[in-house]
């Protein structure tokens, strides 16, 4: 990444989470018994989410690989989604996606956490350039890399919310800016 490229500039305060992801890129590989899927299985664990925090969270998101995604639900249930080839044609309006939010928000494909693969997006490493905290899936890297004020992992367990307190504290409390 290009440091100079990614200026730390200071957050409104009315800023949203936001990510930029397809809902899914390839169908669902199975081997040896086990499914490696994409966003939109690890995505239904939260499709809640803005019912649960004050936080306002904004998708980039792209259609699946059947050309659909369930835009009209999450709207309903609160995301505020846009249009990717709207928001960031390319890397200017990209870059001012980013820096215009209060940070990162994203699960991962379910493949890499399924895997714990230890994957870590480099959209991630841009927010994080600008400045901004990254809330993230994790999908083994906090074994290698502190999960701690500029990137915090969430881990979704065998008991539905089990890590939620952490993840819902996180978002109500981030101001903007990496400390």
Not at 122 to 129: E, G, I, N, S
Not at 154 to 170: K, M
Request: hydrophobic share 30%.
């Amino acid at each position: 990444i290009a440091i100079d490229q990614w200026p730390v500039t200071p957050v409104s305060a009315d800023a949203p989470w936001t990510t930029v992801m397809n809902w899914s890129s390839y169908q669902p590989k199975v081997w040896e018994g086990r499914t490696y899927g994409q966003k939109s299985l690890e995505f239904h664990q939260f499709r809640d989410l803005p019912s649960r925090t004050n936080a306002p969270l904004r998708l980039a998101m792209g259609l699946g690989v059947d050309g659909q995604r369930p835009a009209q639900e999450l709207r309903q249930l609160g995301w505020d989604l846009v249009e990717p080839q709207e928001v960031v044609p390319d890397h200017r309006s990209y870059r001012t996606f980013l820096t215009s939010s209060r940070g990162e928000w994203s699960v991962a494909k379910h493949g890499y956490v399924e895997a714990k693969t230890g994957w870590f997006s480099c959209r991630t490493a841009c927010y994080l350039a600008a400045g901004r905290p990254a809330v993230v899936q994790d999908t083994g890297w906090s074994r290698h890399l502190p999960s701690t004020r500029g990137v915090l992992s969430f881990r979704v367990g065998r008991t539905p919310g089990r890590g939620e307190p952490r993840l819902l504290r996180t978002l109500q409390s981030r101001s903007g800016n990496c400390p």
